[in-house]
């Protein structure tokens, strides 16, 4: 097959998993990062983060083309330090070995739940962004000086991975979402934890202030699923949930501040057709009941857990990815491996609702040995066919596992998401010709803007 022959056969294999047909053969999704892909080359990985462009990051990639063997492009995605510098941010920082990593931080104090409740989004802008980022804790001029710079660097490295995505894979065929569809999607409980309370701090609160707790995650519900608005919906798209709380938590807390809200978010995505991906982080296997009301179609990427379990309760109507252990890779013979993949195979890829890939992506070059990982991929290739291609893993309709909740929460408001209708009536046209230009302009530029707040 040429590079766009190769393309279509390989959307067709995830179109196919994503409507609940069984394709072909499953497809196989790579397990490297854009931080190994940088040290593949040979790179510093520090100054590589701080220099990227478009030939640079181009040429890293052609370098592990060799290595390469699955059918989706491996994501460019990566925390930009240069964004970072402008906000001089707390919450992601660089290592002296040049990783980026989230350390543990408190940017909300434990009575200011109220605050928080009665609008998350304006307390966010007010409070908790300036703790975050002392470059925005400063007076007005600096503060925008140096948003305007972060902003700025952000799409910069934005059209850089965006446009890279689009070369390699009509260059190598490799399936891509379309532009546009696929979006990081946060949930209540961890938006709190993480970035607000602090993962030591949170624990406190559930057990000193539980309705507070609750509270707050109701409330977040409309701002993050505003949050989420894909600019295009689409079956080949996704919302990008990376799950971290839940296997901290006992069922009996999960139930109670983590799981209703987290549902809630996955329906209502669900309700204008755009499927949830979520990353599970950790082992899952006691949630798998929880797991079941999801919407139909659901992928579910594990990292750890008892994929037998997983796919008797939720085979026919999840999509299953994940549960091989990448460090076998790296400690295990090639033949270890090889059979690790097939006993994983064996168990999930019957009745299609499969895509394989590992459990992470390797992030270091001791991470895996490559002959191990390309042995392995090669042999999941090999194995990847179905003799009963084309049928339906289900009857059940996807519709009528959508349970719908948007019409219980309010429409997301914030004071500083100002409409073109408010705006104009502080600066309006001098001529009513050129009012829709005014409002394309200003929707425009605004939309580009609110992501980054």
């Not at 925390?79 to 990783?99: C, D, E, H, K, W």
């Not at 739940?113 to 470059?135: A, H, S």
Request: charged share 25%; net charge negative.
């Amino acid at each position: 097959m040429n590079a766009q022959e190769l393309k279509q056969y390989r959307t067709k294999l995830f179109t196919d998993v994503y409507s609940g047909i069984i394709p072909e053969r499953f497809p196989v999704i790579d397990g490297i990062s854009i931080d190994y892909i940088i040290q593949y080359g040979n790179t510093d990985i520090m100054k590589a983060q701080y220099s990227f462009t478009k030939e640079s990051v181009l040429n890293m990639y052609e370098k592990i083309m060799d290595i390469l063997r699955g059918d989706m492009f491996p994501s460019a995605h990566a925390r930009n330090p240069v964004a970072l510098m402008f906000q001089q941010s707390r919450t992601m920082t660089m290592g002296s070995n040049g990783f980026i990593q989230h350390p543990e931080t408190s940017n909300m104090e434990a009575d200011e739940y109220d605050e928080f409740i009665e609008n998350p989004f304006d307390f966010l802008c007010e409070k908790v962004l300036p703790r975050q980022n002392p470059g925005f804790d400063t007076d007005p001029i600096t503060r925008s000086l140096a948003f305007a710079k972060y902003v700025l660097a952000s799409m910069d490295f934005g059209r850089i991975v965006a446009e890279v995505g689009r070369e390699l894979s009509e260059k190598y065929g490799f399936f891509a979402s379309p532009a546009g569809s696929a979006i990081g999607q946060s949930v209540p409980f961890d938006f709190l934890a993480d970035m607000n309370r602090g993962f030591t701090k949170i624990p406190m609160d559930i057990k000193r202030q539980p309705q507070k707790v609750v509270d707050a995650c109701e409330a977040l519900v409309p701002y993050l699923v505003w949050k989420g608005m894909n600019p295009v919906t689409s079956l080949l798209g996704n919302n990008m949930i990376m799950t971290h709380m839940a296997p901290f938590l006992s069922t009996k807390d999960f139930e109670k501040f983590y799981w209703p809200t987290f549902l809630k978010i996955c329906h209502i995505c669900a309700e204008r057709g755009q499927a949830m991906q979520i990353f599970c982080e950790s082992d899952w296997t006691r949630f798998v009941d929880h797991m079941q009301d999801l919407p139909q179609g659901t992928r579910l990427w594990m990292e750890y857990g008892d994929p037998q379990k997983f796919k008797d309760k939720l085979g026919k109507k999840m999509v299953l990815e994940g549960f091989y252990p990448l460090t076998l890779l790296k400690n295990g013979t090639k033949q270890q491996c090889i059979d690790k993949a097939k006993e994983l195979i064996d168990i999930l890829a019957p009745g299609g609702n499969f895509i394989f890939r590992f459990d992470k992506s390797a992030l270091s070059l001791n991470d895996l040995n490559t002959e191990n990982y390309i042995a392995t991929l090669e042999y999941v290739l090999e194995n990847s066919k179905y003799d009963n291609a084309g049928e339906l893993v289900t009857t059940a309709k996807t519709e009528d596992s959508i349970v719908k909740y948007s019409h219980l929460y309010p429409e997301f408001k914030s004071k500083y998401i100002v409409s073109f209708d408010e705006f104009k009536k502080v600066y309006p046209p001098v001529d009513d010709r050129i009012e829709p230009l005014m409002r394309s302009a200003y929707n425009k530029y605004t939309n580009m803007v609110l992501p980054f707040m």
